[in-house]
């Protein structure tokens, strides 16, 4: 048995895909006529499918699906330990079933360090605009009605005077999100005739989100000019034909051109654009509101309005810090043209972002609020002792976890004889603070790096990519960065309040530890 270990765990596995039930056998359990009473046949038949693939690629992988599959290829062995593997996937089941009614947007810990972290949902509201959220959620509003006139009113009318006010626009006007920002530019200016932008610009945001495409949806045509790593003031002129009706200015975000280029700058595009009669639009991206240090290279709304864009879009929750939107600030006269386009009421915004946005917007009339208060602003302006002092903290309190842990898990190991989890507790985990970086996200600032610190996890007897995978399946989940072998928990972008729950995560995922000897192979 020892010698052909490799060829006897193959044979394990064989054995245990045979035993696996179909999925009409399991639907006949007895176990299972409350789910489907409950849940419905048709639900529980796809939980079943869904039961049987997941423990199926888990044989197949060499793990148990959590151990079932050791306890499936016992099954098969014999009759009655089958039951008690068929017993188990009729629990998986009726789990699968509930799980589509539990809430699916799970809360979890960001210690990745990526401050604006659009997996993750970008950016954590400031106390005031959640209040304004709940606030307006929970009663009648007066979100298109003049309570003055005692008439019809527009939605927009609650957020334009604040932006106008906090960026010195003529007009703004609030959607979706930036990228629909930028399509209905594209869309009112540019549909149907030549849109000029530098081929240094052709920026893709995550995947669906590349500008030639944008483009081409909104019936714009595209004229690139310059090349990837060069554009000049002459290339936009040559282009510049009878039917060009807008200049495309597009922040390159996520990336940076380095070494030998050219760019035009908005200023320059601008002087251009109006001499031609065309629409300058300037897609910031982030856009920034605050002056801080840690943002200072990214270009602010205010400075693109005055070196002369007609219109500027930027989103709401990168480093605005506040919900997902679209904001276009501008000229007057094109912001009524965007605001009375059809699509404008397809993309238009729902009034819980228009309440964040209004509250998050008022934290910026005093700087040193929005510092404090936008959790945004707060992680990428905090200083680095205190980012130390947190990190110290949840050291700290995951070394006290793990033993406790130790203890916990020295009791059990008795009763179930598993004396893997007793050599894995002996060799513990090193938990240290270590200095790192980490990095602002959202498409912004690419080759920024933040000083940190973060907590270093280098587990013995697993891998550091399962630590990663038990945390993430912890309660709530805990997200680091793998790092060297070590699991890194970046203590910048980790709540306060959250301190805690990263210690009773890491109590639970030292909870389940592996209960077969093949995972520590
Ligand atoms: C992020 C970004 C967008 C898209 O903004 P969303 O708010 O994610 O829709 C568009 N343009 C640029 C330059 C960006 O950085």
């Not at 399962?466 to 912890?474: D, F, K, S, V």
């Not at 959250?498 to 009773?504: E, F, G, K, T, V």
Request: aromatic share 4%.
């Amino acid at each position: 048995m020892a010698s052909g270990k490799k060829s006897a765990l193959s044979d394990q596995q064989a054995e245990a895909l045979r035993a696996l039930p179909s999925v009409e056998e399991l639907i006949e359990a007895p176990d299972l006529a409350e789910a489907i009473g409950e849940y419905g046949r048709e639900l529980v038949v796809d939980s079943a499918r869904i039961v049987l693939e997941r423990t199926r690629r888990g044989i197949l992988a060499g793990k148990g699906g959590g151990g079932l599959a050791n306890r499936a290829a016992g099954g098969a062995a014999s009759a009655a330990a089958g039951g008690g593997a068929a017993a188990d996937l009729t629990r998986q089941i009726a789990d699968e079933a509930a799980s589509v009614f539990l809430p699916s947007l799970k809360t979890l810990v960001n210690a990745t360090g990526v401050v604006v972290h659009t997996n993750l949902g970008r950016s954590v509201l400031a106390p005031e605009a959640i209040e304004a959220v709940v606030r307006t959620a929970a009663s009648y509003s007066n979100l298109e009605y003049n309570l003055e006139a005692g008439a019809r009113g527009s939605r927009h009318d609650h957020i334009n005077r604040i932006i106008m006010a906090l960026t010195g626009a003529e007009g703004a006007l609030v959607v979706n999100n930036n990228a629909a920002a930028v399509f209905l530019a594209l869309a009112v200016f540019g549909s149907g005739h030549e849109v000029v932008v530098s081929r240094g610009e052709l920026v893709e945001i995550g995947g669906s989100f590349r500008i030639p495409d944008i483009m081409a949806s909104s019936a714009a045509r595209m004229v690139e000019v310059g090349t990837t790593n060069k554009t000049k003031i002459s290339d936009y002129e040559k282009a510049i034909g009878a039917d060009t009706t807008m200049l495309l200015h597009v922040h390159t975000s996520n990336y940076k051109v380095v070494g030998f280029t050219a760019e035009v700058g908005i200023a320059e595009l601008a002087r251009l654009g109006h001499e031609r009669g065309l629409v300058v639009v300037d897609d910031l991206g982030s856009g920034v509101l605050a002056e801080m240090p840690a943002l200072a290279e990214e270009p602010s709304v205010h400075d693109s309005l005055a070196a002369g864009a007609d219109v500027v879009t930027f989103s709401g929750d990168k480093l605005l810090g506040g919900p997902q939107a679209g904001i276009i600030v501008g000229r007057k006269e094109y912001i009524e043209k965007m605001k009375a386009h059809p699509l404008a009421r397809a993309l238009r915004v729902d009034k819980m972002t228009l309440a964040a946005l209004q509250a998050t917007l008022a934290l910026y009339l005093k700087p040193e609020l929005a510092l404090e208060k936008i959790p945004t602003l707060r992680m990428l302006s905090e200083p680095l002792e205190a980012i130390k002092e947190r990190a110290e903290f949840m050291a700290a309190e995951l070394r006290s976890a793990l033993s406790a842990s130790e203890v916990a898990n020295m009791s059990l190991n008795e009763e179930l004889e598993n004396n893997v989890r007793a050599a894995w507790i002996g060799d513990a985990m090193a938990i240290e603070v270590q200095r790192a970086t980490s990095k602002v996200g959202g498409g912004a600032l690419p080759l920024l790096e933040l000083d940190s610190y973060v907590c270093s996890i280098r587990p013995a007897a697993i891998t550091v990519d399962e630590l990663a995978t038990r945390l993430r399946e912890t309660d709530p989940p805990v997200i680091g960065r793998i790092h060297k072998e070590r699991l890194l928990l970046d203590a910048r972008t980790v709540l306060p309040e959250q301190l805690r729950d990263i210690a009773s995560a890491f109590t639970q995922a030292l909870q389940s530890m592996p209960t077969s000897p093949s995972a520590t192979d």
